[in-house]
């Protein structure tokens, strides 16, 4: 069982960057073993897949809605991956959330509880 708690949303304006942490904990989980995902979903909208690391290689994929404004990264000593945003835009506006799948499976069965990043323009 892994247990998934995101922090660092908040109300920014357009432009600003924030930096989203994703705690990950598990009493007999080998985290190596797992691919880390961001996913948002703003209102009246799907979930939308942002970026992914493999906690292994630290290997990473974006999506292209992102790409060259959002980074990954983890903190292996700390079970933490973060997501640094910048240049933030109105339309990121959405609740953001981390999830966990075991690298070589599609599914992500593990989901935190959210964070909220609103921007102002």
């Known amino acids: 069982q892994v247990q998934l708690v995101e922090s660092g949303g908040g109300l920014v304006q357009a432009g600003d960057s924030l930096r989203l942490s994703c705690q990950a904990s598990?009493?007999?989980?080998?985290?190596?073993?797992?691919?880390m995902g961001w996913f948002r979903q703003a209102p009246g909208k799907e979930r939308e897949f942002l970026s992914l690391?493999?906690?292994?290689?630290?290997?990473?994929n974006y999506a292209n809605s992102v790409k060259g404004r959002f980074t990954i990264s983890r903190d292996n000593a700390k079970n933490t991956v973060f997501l640094q945003m910048t240049s933030l835009k109105p339309e990121d506006t959405a609740v953001y959330y981390c999830?966990?799948?075991?690298?070589?499976?599609?599914?992500?069965?593990?989901w935190g509880q959210g964070t909220q990043v609103t921007v102002s323009s």
């Open positions: 690391i493999r906690w292994s290689t630290g290997n990473t």
């Open positions: 999830a966990a799948r075991v690298t070589g499976t599609f599914e992500y069965v593990y």
């Open positions: 598990g009493r007999t989980v080998t985290f190596n073993s797992y691919t």
